[in-house]
């Protein structure tokens, strides 16, 4: 089964992400609370994602122990593989989301980090960017249903 394992936001962009069991969505909004929450928000800015496994990868070939609020998505994801979902519709919980792009890293986390190669490392790993469809909840533990 997918599911979610953590959930990450943050209110000003550049502030440490926070780890909650729970966060409100808006369609076309984003997440109430987040950084990036706006009247008629980019597609590519309202909800991320990354596998839990991902991070994992990251932290085995890197020698660190990194948390997942570390690399700045709001889903921490567990057994569903992300980046085959471009284009496609999931369901979290109650909430539809529709996949847009690859979040690829960016040398503003690898800076924020001080993770030399972060960038290459996390190639195609980084997670994904989403578009709310649906006002909703989303909790952790919350199943993931590809639609």
Do not use: W
């Amino acid at each position: 089964m997918y599911s979610v394992v953590n959930i990450c936001i943050t209110s000003e962009s550049g502030k440490k992400m926070e780890s909650i069991n729970s966060i409100k969505v808006i369609a076309n909004k984003g997440i109430v609370n987040d950084r990036y929450f706006k009247e008629n928000n980019d597609k590519n800015n309202q909800i991320t994602l990354i596998e839990s496994e991902n991070v994992d990868y990251y932290n085995k070939i890197s020698g660190t122990h990194l948390h997942p609020t570390d690399f700045r998505r709001n889903v921490i994801t567990k057994g569903i593989s992300l980046n085959k979902l471009v284009g496609k519709e999931i369901l979290i919980g109650e909430v539809r989301l529709k996949i847009h792009d690859l979040c690829e890293p960016c040398r503003y986390l690898q800076e924020l980090l001080g993770e030399k190669n972060l960038v290459k490392k996390l190639l195609n790993r980084g997670g994904l960017r989403c578009e709310l469809l649906t006002n909703g909840n989303i909790n952790v533990n919350d199943p993931i249903k590809i639609l």
